[in-house]
């Protein structure tokens, strides 16, 4: 293979480098209007009365839409179902007088421009009948609703798992315990580029909508249910995505008042957020975890019990399965769970960069690290005496694992064998040395997935699907598996994506794009070889005439036989002598489920950090992460994946909160200053190693994917570097100053 | 052509709206000029006005660094910048970068060291980079870090673009 596995440079490089990327807020559009979202300022209660008669009168100010004046909507909750909506009520935007949570956008006012509707929106007075809210865990945590635990493996895969031996015995019988209580605060996904849309009202009536999102096909049928609207209808593209993060995998609500205002005025009209009003959008959810852990004096695992409390809104469940990775990463004969979900008065929470693992890892690979020190053992060593080739859940093997090579050259690679086990025993000059580690998982998912590819007799290929690329290098690999599966270069390979009109694809999440897009792009390429060869064998004498379809492949613009190379047709003389000038293939891809095995990618996290004791301040000096997951696609963007959430792992456990101000239902720090998020100079060396681990049975590639695994177990390895460093042991994230001058 | 829109305003409560005012820009060398409200920032002119939408937009308030651009030779954040104010002046985007078809050093460098994942953020950083370089400050990286943290990469590339302004020092002839 020529470009899978390389260090190919992104394919959109250019357009990124140039400003020529267009994004949701960029297309040029003839006669566009403007609109600008004014948001409720309670959190709970019913809107009394709106008064927009100033802000009509304000020149250039088309209309003011609210819930009173909007065009029609659907009435059902079925009708705001996006497809991964979580159980509930979804939130209708502008449906009716209803207050669920501060932020929500109660107006829409649409002008000529932009600096007339955002002028306008704050002329807009709303008075509210306010009712009691509530938007503080702590206070909930004891009337938190239970989530049952899933009846078998896979029933609900976000409920606790069943629990398995009798965990409460194993504990009180275990030499050594160690319990601890581990919170992670709200976490905002801030992409940088802010949540817009831009709707085409076309001269038929129907809607063309640039949307920030991570599934347009999601966003179409949304907005055809929201707004009653026949497919055909809709069409939603989003050929770049200037990060999402989880973010855009539900549609937001700018899309449905960009829609609305255009349906209403027959105008095209684009709604851009403010930094603040995304704030008002999805969040990862604030939660407290316990876990407690028993173990023999050797250090091997007797009991887990890891119980999880999570925040949601008070119209629908969002949850995700915080407590199974305990019980799944480490051999250990008796595991319980628990998961409670407390309501309060904000917007639903939602899926932010690996949900469930960047939280619940973090509490168990904390917890790790405490009961290393209450055995005495080195915690690496720990992790090797727990190592499990078994999923302890499911009780299967993995299709591959190479956790324990990811194990040994991050320790390597880091110089862990020179740390010295005592906490505050390494210094740096004036500063506190400390060296933390810690595991992480994450699930090697795939979903079906239709590719279209369309050869033409000049050696050119287009590979068109539905799915985004919202940073990840979609774009790139797509090229990369295309050409080499084509026999191509890559500069001959076009690649379109993001527009609900092409070949069907799951929202981008969860990892699973890069897998199931590249099997689904090795398949259409097989249906494009078998129709090359039927053409091919129609060349008068052909040298292929009696070649088997799998006895040929594609190369160098040829159709080549594999037994013996002189065999060749040209795609060109194929298609000739075929009739044709191009051949064109859809087909679905659908990975058969493999219950013989668990799909999970791994990596070994190792962090330095330097504490200054006088002023608190925490710097993350050095991190290596060592990733094994299947076979890497493209070295270059794989490794800025784990890059980037090495970057986010850092930012989780030293900066990112949303605060709250309970007396309001109000996050305190909405804006892109105070919510801190990693700086250039928070970051040092960061290394990132891809360990071998090959797997013939995952997918036709071997490929698993990395959006998620490179934050997983990076806030443990830097919490529990920091207690190396100080002997503090901080359990609250952020690891602040203040805590650590506490 | 400048237009009162205090004439439109009828309402008792509205506050009344100054005139817009006729300003030229300098524009990636080419001269513009375009009619603006007093509080049209640069950042909207170029975007909204210029369809020159290379310039991102992430915050409106100075934080976040997207919408970097050299104004006068200087980076600025455009979205603190009011375009009236700026009448006369010399503004390079990201767009204006690339010269006859080849990209400048710093965009290069960047598409070599894959520095930046979703996009969004690059114009800033690049522009930032430039007048970085320009401004001879940075000599290490813990200066490249620090003179580069006015622009926020939430997709995490920083070691990338740390590594990629020092390839294009390198070749522009500046140190490190």
């Known amino acids: ?742 | 052509m400048d237009k009162p829109l205090r004439e439109a305003q009828k309402g008792r409560n509205s506050p009344s709206l100054p005139s817009k005012v006729t300003i030229t820009l300098h524009v990636n060398d080419v001269a513009r000029t375009l009619t603006v409200a007093p509080w049209t920032t640069l950042l909207d002119a170029l975007r909204e006005d210029l369809d020159l939408t290379g310039t991102k937009k992430g915050c409106d308030h100075g934080q976040c660094g997207a919408c970097t651009v050299l104004v006068d030779g200087r980076r600025v954040n455009s979205c603190l910048a009011l375009a009236i104010m700026l009448d006369g002046a010399h503004v390079t985007t990201v767009e204006g970068l690339a010269k006859d078809g080849a990209l400048h050093p710093v965009q290069q460098a960047f598409i070599d060291h894959d520095a930046f994942q979703c996009g969004y953020c690059t114009p800033g950083q690049i522009m930032s980079a430039v007048a970085l370089i320009s401004e001879g400050r940075a000599h290490t990286a813990d200066e490249i870090r620090e003179l580069m943290s006015g622009n926020i990469c939430r997709c995490g590339a920083y070691p990338r673009i740390v590594a990629a302004i020092q390839q294009a020092m390198a070749e522009m002839g500046s140190k490190p």
């Open chain 1, 1 to 742: 293979m020529t470009y899978i596995g390389t260090a190919t440079s992104r394919v959109d490089g250019h357009a990124k480098v140039t400003g020529a990327a267009k994004y949701a807020a960029e297309p040029k559009v003839a006669d566009l209007t403007h609109g600008s979202v004014v948001t409720s300022t309670i959190a709970k209660g019913r809107i009394a009365r709106i008064d927009v008669s100033d802000a009509l009168q304000v020149d250039g100010v088309i209309d003011v839409l609210t819930h009173t004046n909007r065009p029609r909507m659907a009435d059902t909750d079925s009708g705001y179902k996006d497809d991964v909506a979580p159980d509930g009520t979804p939130f209708r935007p502008l449906y009716d007088d209803r207050i669920l949570f501060d932020g929500q956008p109660v107006a829409l006012v649409v002008a000529n421009d932009l600096e007339t509707a955002q002028f306008a929106a704050s002329l807009v007075q709303v008075d509210y009948d306010e009712e009691p809210h509530i938007t503080d865990m702590q206070r909930q945590r004891d009337v938190a609703s239970v989530l049952k635990a899933a009846a078998e493996p896979g029933a609900n895969p976000f409920a606790p798992p069943k629990p398995r031996g009798n965990a409460k015995a194993a504990l009180a019988a275990a030499a050594v315990r160690h319990q601890g209580e581990y919170s992670v605060p709200i976490e905002h996904h801030n992409p940088i580029e802010l949540y817009a849309s831009t709707v085409m009202y076309e001269p038929d009536g129907t809607l063309t909508v640039y949307d920030k999102t991570q599934g347009v096909q999601n966003v179409q049928r949304y907005l055809c249910g929201v707004l009653e609207l026949a497919p055909d209808h809709v069409r939603v593209l989003s050929p770049f995505t200037g990060g999402a993060f989880g973010s855009g995998l539900r549609p937001q609500y700018q899309v449905v008042l960009a829609a609305l205002a255009a349906l209403a005025l027959k105008r095209s009209v684009r709604v851009v957020l403010t930094r603040q009003q995304m704030y008002g959008l999805g969040y990862r959810p604030a939660m407290v975890q316990r876990i407690e852990l028993g173990a023999k004096a050797d250090g091997t695992l007797e009991a887990i019990t890891h119980d999880a409390i999570t925040i949601t809104s008070q119209y629908e469940h969002f949850y995700r399965q915080e407590t199974g990775w305990s019980g799944l990463l480490y051999q250990c004969p008796n595991a319980t769970y628990a998961h409670r979900l407390v309501p309060l008065d904000l917007p639903t929470s939602c899926d932010m960069r690996a949900p469930s693992a960047a939280t619940g890892v973090y509490a168990l690979e904390c917890a790790m690290d405490e009961l290393a020190f209450a055995l005495g053992l080195d915690p690496l060593d720990l992790r090797l005496r727990c190592y499990s080739d078994r999923d302890q859940i499911a009780n299967l093997p993995y299709s591959s694992k190479n956790l324990r090579e990811c194990y040994r050259r991050g320790a390597e690679a880091f110089g862990w064998d020179k740390r010295n086990p005592e906490p505050r025993s390494m210094r740096g000059g004036s500063e506190l040395v400390g060296w933390g580690m810690a595991t992480g998982v994450w699930e090697a998912l795939q979903m079906p997935i239709a590719v279209r590819i369309a050869l033409t007799a000049n050696g050119h290929a287009e590979v068109s699907c539905a799915t985004s690329d919202i940073g990840t290098g979609t774009y790139t690999i797509m090229a990369q598996v295309a050409a080499d599966m084509l026999g191509l270069p890559l500069d001959n390979v076009t690649v379109k994506l993001g527009d609900s009109t092409l070949p069907q694809s799951p929202v981008e999440g969860g990892s699973w794009i890069a897998a199931s897009v590249a099997n689904g792009i090795v398949t259409t390429s097989e249906s494009i070889r078998r129709e090359l060869l039927d053409l091919a064998k129609q060349v008068p004498n052909s040298p292929l005439a009696d070649v088997a379809p799998d006895g040929v492949r594609i190369t160098d613009g040829k159709l080549v036989s594999n037994n013996d190379p002189a065999r060749m047709v040209s795609i060109a003389d194929a298609m000739r002598h075929g009739g044709v000038d191009r051949i064109e293939q859809e087909q679905t891809t659908r990975v058969p489920e493999d219950k013989a095995h668990s799909h999970n990618t791994h990596s070994a996290v190792f962090a330095e950090v330097r504490v200054d004791e006088e002023l608190g301040v925490v710097r993350v000096t050095r991190v290596v992460n060592a990733v094994a997951a299947g076979r890497i696609l493209n070295t270059k963007t794989a490794s800025s994946q784990i890059l980037g959430g090495v970057v986010w792992g850092i930012g989780m456990a030293l900066h990112e909160e949303a605060l709250l101000d309970h007396t309001f239902g109000r996050v305190m720090n909405a804006n892109i200053a105070e919510y801190h998020v990693p700086v250039n100079a928070d970051i040092h060396d960061i290394e990132v190693i891809f360990v071998d681990e090959p797997d013939e049975s995952i997918n036709r590639l071997g490929i698993k994917g990395l959006g998620e695994i490179g934050i997983v177990g990076v806030a443990a390895a830097i919490a529990n570097a920091v207690y190396h460093a100080t002997g503090k042991r901080v359990r609250d994230l952020p690891i602040t100053l203040d805590k650590i001058l506490q």
